[in-house]
């Protein structure tokens, strides 16, 4: 292939994705492998949000979607899940204002009924301050599941139907999109999942249509710039054709 259309050989910064999703997996493990709690790998999974929002920042990554709570990790022990949430109301508390300072703008996705009003309030509180930001948009999936968005907008777009706003025949991708949670968000270019898993566990189900995916065997507290850039790497060396024949990347460079 011409070196000039190979998008092996394009510049790195050609070929970044826009809006990079990651299921963060394997503190407990990481935990586990050194005879610790499994509370201590959450927590230094805190640690590897902050170096990984930092990293995708410095880089220019427009969107940055973390996996932290599923609906089903409801199904955890009690103490589990109040260490997790416990961690999440931590880090806004501690990083908001950094976050901030940093034009990073904060947006939560996943279902509120059913939390705590304070933790309502300091979600409500970390979009509503960081609303204008210019910088990198931080998605933060909690209490999050894609069956759930799915359903949500089904019935937001029944309840339009119903009040003959909308015409059922009319109804086209799009407007499922435009009733997700990630309303206005494009979709994940690459998701990542640490620990070796190779799922989706419910994550952006709908989104990730053509997402590509990396999988890396390190636990998520293991997780650093470096692990970051290795995995633009394998995206960057990925043909899209979105079902097509020729490859976007080689057509338009980008
Ligand atoms: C990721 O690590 C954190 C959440 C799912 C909330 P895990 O807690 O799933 O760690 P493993 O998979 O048990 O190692
Ligand atoms: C997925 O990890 C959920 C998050 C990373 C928040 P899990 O550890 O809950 O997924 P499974 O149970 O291994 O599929
Ligand atoms: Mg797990």
Do not use: C
Not at 67 to 84: K, M, Q
Not at 96 to 105: K, T
């Amino acid at each position: 292939m011409n070196p000039v259309t190979d998008p092996r050989k394009m510049p790195e910064t050609q070929r970044l994705p826009r809006h990079v999703g990651i299921i963060m997996d394997g503190n407990g493990r990481w935990a586990a492998s050194r005879s610790l709690p499994r509370v201590e790998g959450h927590r230094r999974g805190v640690e590897a949000v902050r170096r990984t929002v930092r990293a995708a920042g410095d880089l220019g990554i427009e969107f940055l979607t973390l996996y932290s709570f599923s609906i089903e990790n409801w199904s955890r022990p009690p103490n589990e899940v109040s260490d997790l949430i416990g961690l999440l109301k931590r880090f806004i508390r501690i990083d908001l204002a950094d976050l901030h300072r940093s034009q990073v703008r904060v947006r939560i996705i996943g279902i509120r009924e059913g939390l705590s009003a304070d933790l309502v309030n300091l979600l409500d509180e970390a979009e509503e301050l960081t609303r204008h930001n210019k910088g990198l948009t931080l998605v933060i999936a909690f209490n999050y599941g894609a069956r759930q968005e799915i359903a949500d907008a089904a019935r937001a777009l029944a309840k339009k139907v119903q009040a003959g706003l909308l015409d059922p025949d009319a109804i086209g991708p799009d407007d499922i999109a435009a009733h997700l949670y990630t309303s206005g968000i494009p979709d994940p270019d690459l998701i990542i999942r640490t620990s070796g898993e190779q799922r989706l566990s419910n994550f952006l189900l709908w989104q990730a249509a053509y997402s590509e995916f990396v999988f890396m065997p390190i636990h998520w507290p293991e997780f650093d710039a470096a692990a970051l850039q290795e995995a633009l790497r394998e995206y960057g060396s990925r043909e899209r054709r979105f079902g097509g024949l020729v490859s976007r990347n080689a057509m338009t460079g980008s």
